[in-house]
């Protein structure tokens, strides 16, 4: 059986940093691009970041584009967020998945989620 497992969220404030981390079981990710998405209440989930296999290319939507940084371990099967100067607005739980053919930035190109983790910024 395939998993993902996120961790890494909490409570910070705002201007902090914080890392998360997603663990792959079952699966292999080195022949994967993975992505984060986040949900925060009442809303749809959203596109974050992504990389490509190769660790070639990333990918990130505009709200976090020079704060979030994404990357990956393939010798432990694990993706990482860094997130900086987190705001409020960042306040969602986050997941991190296997991406299928499709575009990177849509989520249903995506067929295997983690838990997700909660990510929570005070002002």
């Known amino acids: 059986q395939v998993q993902l497992v996120e961790s890494g969220g909490g409570l910070v404030q705002a201007g902090d940093s914080l890392r998360l981390s997603c663990v792959a079981f079952g699966r292999q990710i080195d022949g994967y691009t993975m992505g984060w998405f986040r949900q925060a209440p009442g809303k749809e989930r959203e596109f974050v970041a992504a990389?490509?296999?190769?660790?070639?290319?990333?990918f990130y939507s505009d709200f976090v584009k020079g704060r979030f940084l994404v990357s990956r371990d393939n010798t432990k099967n694990t993706v990482y967020l860094q997130m900086n100067s987190l705001q409020p607005d960042d306040t969602a739980v986050y997941y991190c998945a296997f991406a299928g053919r499709g575009r990177i930035m849509v989520k249903s190109t995506y067929d295997i989620w983690g838990q997700g983790t909660q990510v929570t910024v005070s002002s």
């Open positions: 990389i490509d296999f190769g660790s070639v290319s990333t």
